[in-house]
């Protein structure tokens, strides 16, 4: 239990270590332990660790307690929990991705809502997971909107529908993420930031190149 303690310890390494022990010789007693910490952690690196430590237990274990996390009031542990939740992949925990998490205010957990969402949503939830997605449109700066965008990318065809329609949003900043991620579908090498470029261009023309 020794690597518990060392969970605690004030030094990053020393927590990265204990991360470390703790997933190369998994114990289903550790795990509670494991997701209280990711709340609370405040090195990346360490919270890494720690999720890689949760992926190496049962997905039984482990999903119970990170769907428990997601009603935490904590922005951390809603994060932390759905990043663990995407990297386990276990579908089971699919109804936990709720509207409330995939909009929610803090942008980091929204970020991983979304990332999560991709790997969860089962065959044929698809659909409705874009249009969800598409409301958040608009959102942020740029690596919210950048995340927005690879999410919406990774469920493919499906949300064409969905983009066209908010390539017709009377806001211009909903237009112009639409119209760069439905750019970056279309030709995936474009990159993020000649698309929003070209799509800003094409707001401020005044068309959404629908006409025609």
């Known amino acids: 239990m020794r690597g518990l303690q060392g969970l605690e310890d004030s030094s990053p ?4 270590r204990a991360a470390l022990a703790v997933g190369t010789s998994p114990d289903p007693r550790f795990i509670g332990k494991l997701v209280e910490r990711c709340a609370v952690e405040p090195e990346f690196s360490v919270r890494e660790m720690l999720t890689w430590a949760l992926t190496r237990h049962p997905a039984s274990m482990t999903v119970p307690e990170l769907v428990g996390e997601l009603r935490s009031e904590r922005a951390q542990a809603r994060s932390q929990a ?5 990297k386990i992949g276990d579908r089971q925990a699919w109804p ?5 998490l995939l909009t929610d205010a803090d942008d980091e957990v929204a970020r991983s809502a979304w990332r999560a ?3 969860l949503v089962p065959e044929g939830e698809e659909a409705y997971l874009a249009g969800v997605l598409v409301t958040q449109l608009g959102r942020g700066e740029r690596e919210t909107r950048l995340s927005l965008s690879r999410a919406l990318i990774a469920l493919g065809e499906v949300i064409t ?3 066209r329609d908010a390539t017709a949003d009377p806001d211009p900043g909903v237009r112009a993420h639409a119209l760069a991620t439905e750019r970056l579908l279309r030709d995936p090498d474009a990159g993020f930031e000649f698309a929003v470029e070209e799509a800003k261009r094409v707001v401020a023309l005044g068309t959404t ?3 025609g």
């Open 13 to 16: 390494s020393v927590r990265l």
């Open 117 to 119: 969402a991709v790997v």
């Open 209 to 211: 190149g629908q006409e």
């Open 82 to 86: 759905l990043h663990t939740l995407s």
């Open 161 to 163: 529908p969905a983009l």
């Open 96 to 100: 936990a991705i709720t509207r409330a």
